[in-house]
C-alpha cells in the first residue's frame, strides 16, 4: 500500500489515505472502501501544462511534414499547452461531449506535481521540485494540424481528468521509468513508458522554467503517448500510471444534448 | 470606478483612484501613486490572448488573409505581472515588441453567451503590454508558450475599470510610446474581431469564470526594444501601464 493525497468531492482539503496496490480500493480513516464509490474531486490545485511530442512516436508520426509547411522545421524548445480550470474534472466524473463532438482523442499523461516555486532549475536537481505525481487524460477533439493552439479542441468543459489522487514523490522510486495505458471499455488500447521521453523528467523541467515558472500545485504533464484512442459516448476511459494509479471516467452525451 | 491592487507597509491592499492621481486604500489612506508597489489589478484563472486581431498588425506579420477564426490561446499566470514592473529582455533575442492591448475581465459564469448579451458577462477593463520575443517563434501551437507565457512578459494595468465606466470599448484609442515617443497607435474599433464576438466565440466551448480576462490583440506598430526602455501602453480612458525593460545580468545565469 502507498500513501496518498485524495481529495472528496465536498470536503475542504485533501485527505491522506492507504492505497492498495490494485488501485482498486483504498484505506481511509480506518476502513476500506472500492475507489469506485468515492467521489473523488481533482486532487491538485495549480496551472495544468501538457507537453507535445515528448513521446518520440508522437512527433515520427508527422514524418517528413515537420521539415515541410507550414511547420518547416522540427521543435526545438517543448510544445506547450495548458489544460485551462474548466476542463478539470475529477476520478469517475462522466466527461459529458458536446452534440457536435462525436468522437474524442483520450491519452495518459503521468502528471509531476509541483512541490515548491521552480525557476530556471537545473536538471540535476529538478526532482527536488516535484512534490508527487498523478495521472492526466488528456482529452481533445481529434485534429490534425499542430499549427496553431488547439484551444477549442483542448479545452471543452470536463476534458481533463485528473486524479484519483497524488501519490508523494518518494513512493515512485524512478518517475523515468514507468509503464503508461489507455484502457477503453477495458480493452487496452495504449502503452508505453516514459522511459522513452524525448525529454527525460528532469531535462524537461529544466528546459520549461527555463522562461517559466512552475508554482507549488502546478501539474506538468511529461507527454501523451503516440496513437492517441478514439473514444465515443457510452465507452469507459481508464488511464493507468504505474506506481502512481488509474484514473476512470465515462464518457456521456451532454445533457440536452442530442445524441 | 478605477481600482488597483497595490502592496504597501507590508501588506496587499485594495485601492481606488484618489484625486490628483495618487491612490485610496482600503482603510482610507490616500498616498501618491509612486509610493506603493502596483500589483496586477485582477488574479485570472484563466489569461485567454487572441493574436492577430487588427487587420493592420495581420499584414504587419505578413499574413496574407486575414484570419477567419480568432486566433485564440491561453497563457500560464507565471507571466503576469503588474503596473512598473521590471521585464527582462534577453539579451541573445534580436527581436522583442511590446503589444498595447485592451483586456476585458468576464464578471460572471458564461456559458454559451450570444453576442447580443455578451456585455452583461463584462465586468470591467484594464490595460495589457502583451511582449512577444520574436526570436523564440516555432511554428507549433504557434504563438508557443515560449514566446507568449514568459515569466513576467504579460503586463496588467494600473486600474481595473468598471464596466459601467466605460460606454464604448469599441472605440478607444491604443497608444504605445518607448522613452516616450510614439511608436504605436490603433484604436479598438478596428478589431476583427469585436468584444462580443469574442466571448461568444470562447463561451461556445468553454465556460468562463468571474476573473478570467480575454486579451483582445493589438494593432500594427510593433518595434523592437531593448533592455534600458520604458514602454508605456495607453488606452484611452482606462489606463496608462509603465514598464521597464532590464538586461540579463541581474539574473542568476541558467542552469
Not at chain 1, 514524418?63 to 478539470?88: E, F, M, Q, S
Not at chain 2, 492591448?101 to 458577462?121: F, M, N, Q, S, T
Not at chain 2, 478589431?191 to 469574442?198: G, R, S, T, V, Y
Request: glycine share 8%; net charge neutral.
Amino acid at each position: 500500500m502507498i500513501d496518498v493525497l485524495i481529495q472528496l468531492r465536498g470536503a475542504r482539503q485533501p485527505l491522506l489515505a492507504q492505497a492498495e496496490s490494485s488501485n482498486d480500493f483504498v484505506h481511509l480513516g480506518g476502513r476500506r472502501v472500492a475507489l469506485a464509490d468515492l467521489a473523488c474531486d481533482v486532487p491538485t490545485s495549480g496551472t495544468v501544462f501538457g507537453v507535445l511530442f515528448n513521446f518520440p512516436g508522437e512527433l515520427a508520426a508527422l514524418g517528413d511534414a515537420v521539415k515541410a509547411a507550414p511547420y518547416v522545421a522540427p521543435p526545438r524548445a517543448p510544445v506547450l499547452y495548458i489544460k485551462p480550470i474548466n476542463t478539470w474534472t475529477g476520478a469517475g466524473m462522466p466527461v459529458e461531449l458536446p452534440a457536435d463532438v462525436p468522437a474524442v482523442r483520450v491519452g495518459v499523461s503521468l502528471g509531476l506535481v509541483i512541490g515548491r516555486t521552480a525557476t530556471r532549475v537545473s536538471a540535476a536537481n529538478a526532482l527536488d521540485y516535484v512534490a508527487g505525481y498523478t495521472v492526466v487524460n488528456d482529452i481533445t477533439e481529434p485534429h490534425d494540424s499542430y499549427y496553431r493552439p488547439p484551444l477549442r479542441e483542448n479545452c471543452r468543459d470536463g476534458f481533463c481528468p485528473i486524479g484519483p489522487w497524488v501519490v508523494g514523490r518518494d513512493a515512485v522510486r524512478d518517475p523515468g521509468k514507468l509503464t503508461v495505458r489507455t484502457y477503453v471499455n477495458g480493452e487496452l488500447r495504449q502503452e508505453n513508458t516514459t522511459a522513452v521521453l524525448a525529454r527525460p523528467i528532469p531535462r524537461l523541467l529544466a528546459d520549461v522554467t527555463e522562461f517559466m515558472t512552475l508554482n507549488e500545485g502546478d501539474v506538468l504533464m511529461v507527454g501523451v503517448p503516440e496513437n492517441r484512442p478514439l473514444a465515443r459516448v457510452g465507452d469507459r476511459v481508464a488511464v493507468e500510471v504505474e506506481g502512481v494509479g488509474r484514473l476512470e471516467n465515462p464518457l456521456v452525451a451532454e445533457a440536452g444534448a442530442k445524441a | 470606478m478605477k481600482h488597483a491592487r497595490v502592496a504597501y507597509a507590508g501588506a496587499v491592499h485594495s485601492a481606488t483612484e484618489a484625486p490628483g492621481g495618487g491612490v485610496k486604500l482600503a482603510d482610507g489612506r490616500v498616498l501618491p501613486a509612486d509610493a506603493v508597489v502596483w500589483l496586477p489589478p485582477v488574479q485570472p484563472r484563466t489569461v485567454f490572448a487572441v493574436g492577430l486581431n487588427y487587420a493592420d498588425h495581420a499584414k504587419e506579420l505578413a499574413f496574407k488573409t486575414p484570419p477567419t477564426v480568432p486566433l485564440a490561446f491561453i497563457k500560464g499566470p507565471n507571466t503576469i505581472a503588474g503596473h512598473r514592473a521590471q521585464t527582462r529582455r534577453p539579451s541573445d533575442a534580436k527581436f522583442m515588441h511590446y503589444e498595447c492591448e485592451l483586456v476585458v475581465v468576464i464578471g460572471k459564469p458564461a456559458r454559451r453567451v450570444p453576442r447580443d448579451r455578451a456585455y452583461e458577462y463584462v465586468a470591467g477593463y484594464t490595460v495589457a503590454n502583451d511582449y512577444a520575443i520574436r526570436d523564440y517563434l516555432e511554428n507549433y501551437y504557434r504563438p508557443n508558450l515560449r514566446v507568449k507565457s514568459r515569466d513576467g512578459c504579460t503586463l496588467l494595468g494600473p486600474w481595473f475599470v468598471d464596466a459601467a465606466d466605460v460606454p464604448t470599448p469599441m472605440n478607444l484609442e491604443l497608444q504605445t510610446t518607448v522613452n516616450g515617443r510614439v511608436t504605436q497607435k490603433g484604436n479598438t474599433r478596428d478589431m476583427i474581431f469585436d468584444i462580443a464576438f469574442l466571448i461568444e466565440y470562447l463561451s461556445s466551448t468553454m465556460t468562463l469564470a468571474p476573473g478570467d480576462i480575454i486579451l483582445t490583440g493589438t494593432p500594427e506598430g510593433a518595434v523592437n526594444v531593448v533592455a534600458g526602455d520604458e514602454v508605456v501602453t495607453e488606452v484611452q480612458g482606462i489606463g496608462r501601464l509603465t514598464n521597464y525593460l532590464i538586461d540579463d545580468s541581474a539574473f542568476a545565469p541558467s542552469a
